[in-house]
């Protein structure tokens, strides 16, 4: 299995267009800090790749890495669809710029594509430009593609529905940790951007992983707050924190395999290559995931 990190930023990206909080400000000084939105290319054949989730940077994203650029004939891509681990607006509106393609593979749950389809309206506007063919996100492994060596499935892990679809019915599976195995290899990945609660089914499959990459927007519970954009917590918020009683980090020390935090906000002091927090990472054993790193599984 093969992947291509795209981005590892929360919404707004590092730096957000209308912020000069000091992480902002760091990263337009220091543009090795820079990072886009959180999102992840897969390999799924030999000519294809699928994306998992599609952030408002996904023209760069693609530009950025070769082996997504188009080709050999002028409208060929191997781009062939994308993967969706919720509805958030970070990780869907990139769809829409993905609108000149010939025809787009979307897999999403039920919830994430109501949202999408109702709410968005993505398939009404879309229909004039590209045909989109929606696929469940099986619960149980599935063909990621025909005749292609991964096999997917989703793990539920929040009903947080995104705001502007804040009064849809509850369901357990608007947010999912993705599950990908390769029969080939053996290498198997569980991606998990935004995580509200750890469920026992997430514990399993991250038992059994290689590699595990989830979501590090807030160094500990509380950031939000000091920052001074919100009252709530990080919980509260919908993501579980790095660092502290309920973090994920205590998870993770318990765990073989690699593991990576992605979803980074630009208030998490992570965003600096010199803070603190880099080396107590070190000393878990565990990664603050990079723009453009590659990891074979
Ligand atoms: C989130 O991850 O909580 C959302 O993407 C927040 C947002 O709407 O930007
Ligand atoms: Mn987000
Ligand atoms: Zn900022």
């Known amino acids: 299995m093969l992947l291509r990190v795209l981005g590892t930023a929360a919404g707004g990206g590092l730096p ?26 897969v390999r799924a054949d030999d000519a294809r790749w699928y994306v998992v989730n599609a952030t408002p940077d996904i023209g760069d994203q693609i530009e ?30 990139g769809i829409a710029r993905l609108r000149e ?16 389809l109702e709410r968005l309206r993505l398939g009404d506007i879309l229909g004039p430009y590209t045909g989109i063919s929606w696929r469940p996100l099986p ?21 947080k529905r995104p705001r502007y679809a804040a009064d849809d019915a509850p369901a357990d599976d608007w ?16 991606y998990a951007p935004a995580l509200a609660a750890w469920p026992d089914a997430l514990q399993r499959a991250a038992a059994e992983a290689d590699c595990v990459i989830v979501d590090g927007t807030f160094w500990d519970d509380h950031e939000p707050r000091r920052a001074g954009f ?19 980090a205590r998870r993770l020390r318990g765990l073989d395999a690699r593991c990576l935090y992605t979803h ?25 995931a990079a723009d453009g790193m590659v990891i074979e599984l």
């Open 16 to 41: 957000q267009w209308n912020c000069a909080c000091p992480g902002c400000s760091g990263a337009r000084r220091h543009p090795q800090r820079v990072r886009r939105h959180a999102s992840l290319a």
């Open 64 to 93: 950025s890495h070769p082996e997504l650029h188009p080709g050999p004939g002028h409208r060929d891509t191997p781009v062939a669809g994308v993967v969706l681990t919720d509805a958030e607006l970070d990780h869907t509106l």
């Open 101 to 116: 393609a010939r025809a787009l593979d979307v897999l999403a749950t039920g919830p994430v594509r109501g949202a999408l």
């Open 139 to 159: 619960h149980t492994p599935q063909p990621l593609i025909e005749g292609g060596p991964l096999e997917i499935s989703a793990i539920p892990v929040a009903s």
């Open 175 to 190: 947010v999912v940790a993705l599950r990908l195995a390769d029969r080939a290899t053996g290498g198997t990945l569980v």
């Open 230 to 248: 919100t009252e709530r917590t990080s919980t509260a918020m919908g993501h579980l924190p790095i660092d502290g009683p309920h973090g994920t």
């Open 264 to 288: 980074l906000n630009n208030t998490n002091p992570l965003g600096d290559p010199a803070a603190e927090e880099h080396k107590l990472l070190a000393e878990w054993g565990i990664e603050a």
